[in-house]
């Protein structure tokens, strides 16, 4: 099963409920359940593993859409690192 | 404030074979801005898991690449499979040639020996065949200052 099949199924049905219920909070859904809803991402994170140790978990504000990503370089596949090499110092 | 300076290096051969090192200018632009970092659970996971007695996943090294032609962050998808990292959204990753792909979001901290950056919500990709660990998106870069200094190949980020 891909992940968290289940939470984003669940967040689909019951969108509409969740946003009248927690509006703009971010909440943490495990399995067919909110285990927390939070004010930032850095206290979703730190909750959700105290709940749920590293099992998938689905963290995301209800009104927001899934992220889509877009790096043509790498989808174009001519990134290149081989043979890098750098030296950092602090300043 | 941390400030992370590097300076491109690279080696190229003569007709005769002879090993010679390119002008940082010219290493900079054949390679862009590559720094080695070392990634980990993102902090605020991390000190969760600490806070438990429970282990955090083991930190491993590799390259970055910093792309200011990425929306988001990456990381090897492997290796954060291999780390334990939580899935913790599924995002889709935009191509020119290929339909929207579907893919994992992890919490990851990147650290460098000067910087540290917090990625909460980073993507997982193929990286590994390109020799890199991360690539280093518009939402890390959202919270830096990067210099690119392209006559002397260095570039500087500081956050």
Same mark, same amino acid.
């Not at chain 1, 891909?2 to 909440?27: F, M, V």
């Not at chain 1, 290149?80 to 300043?91: F, G, M, T, V």
């Not at chain 2, 083991?58 to 962050?73: E, F, V």
């Not at chain 2, 599924?90 to 901290?109: F, R, W």
């Given at each position: 099963?891909?992940?968290?099949?289940?939470?984003?199924?669940?967040?689909?049905?019951?969108?509409?409920?969740?946003?009248?219920?927690?509006?703009?909070?971010?909440?943490?859904?495990?399995?067919?359940?909110?285990?927390?809803?939070?004010?930032?991402?850095? =206290?979703?994170?730190?909750? $959700?593993? %105290?709940?749920?140790? *590293? #099992?998938?978990?689905?963290?995301?504000?209800? @009104?927001?859409?899934?992220? =889509?990503?877009?790096?043509? $370089?790498? %989808?174009?596949?001519? *990134? #290149?690192?081989?043979?890098?090499?750098?030296? @950092?110092?602090?300043? | 404030?941390?400030?992370?300076?590097?300076?491109?290096?690279?080696?190229?051969?003569?007709?005769?074979?002879?090993?010679?090192?390119?002008?940082?200018?010219?290493?900079?632009?054949?390679?862009?801005?590559?720094?080695?970092?070392?990634?980990?659970?993102?902090?605020?996971?991390?000190?969760?898991?600490?806070?438990?007695?429970?282990?955090?996943?083991?930190?491993?090294?590799?390259?970055?690449?910093?792309?200011?032609?990425?929306?988001?962050?990456?990381?090897?998808?492997?290796?954060?499979?291999?780390?334990?990292?939580?899935?913790?959204?599924?995002?889709?990753?935009?191509?020119?040639?290929?339909?929207?792909?579907?893919?994992?979001?992890?919490?990851?901290?990147?650290?460098?020996?000067?910087?540290?950056?917090?990625?909460?919500?980073?993507?997982?990709?193929?990286?590994?065949?390109?020799?890199?660990?991360?690539?280093?998106?518009?939402?890390?870069?959202?919270?830096?200052?990067?210099?690119?200094?392209?006559?002397?190949?260095?570039?500087?980020?500081?956050?």
């Amino acid at each position: 099963m891909p992940a968290l099949e289940r939470e984003l199924q669940y967040l689909s049905s019951h969108r509409d409920e969740l946003l009248k219920q927690y509006g703009g909070k971010i909440l943490v859904i495990f399995g067919e359940q909110v285990s927390g809803a939070f004010d930032t991402m850095e =206290e979703a994170l730190n909750a $959700a593993v %105290t709940q749920h140790g *590293l #099992n998938n978990v689905l963290i995301r504000r209800p @009104s927001e859409a899934q992220i =889509e990503f877009s790096a043509p $370089a790498l %989808t174009l596949g001519i *990134l #290149n690192a081989n043979s890098a090499q750098s030296s @950092s110092s602090p300043s | 404030m941390p400030i992370l300076h590097s300076q491109a290096v690279a080696q190229a051969k003569t007709q005769d074979g002879k090993t010679v090192n390119v002008h940082p200018a010219i290493a900079l632009q054949m390679r862009d801005p590559t720094l080695q970092v070392t990634v980990t659970i993102e902090q605020n996971a991390g000190q969760a898991l600490v806070s438990q007695g429970k282990p955090v996943p083991t930190p491993r090294t590799g390259w970055a690449l910093i792309d200011t032609g990425a929306s988001n962050t990456c990381i090897d998808d492997k290796v954060a499979n291999e780390l334990g990292l939580p899935v913790i959204d599924v995002g889709t990753m935009l191509s020119a040639t290929h339909e929207k792909v579907p893919c994992n979001i992890y919490p990851v901290l990147i650290t460098t020996p000067i910087v540290n950056l917090n990625s909460p919500r980073t993507m997982g990709a193929a990286l590994a065949a390109q020799g890199l660990l991360v690539l280093i998106g518009r939402d890390v870069l959202a919270n830096c200052n990067l210099f690119y200094n392209g006559p002397t190949g260095q570039f500087t980020l500081s956050i």
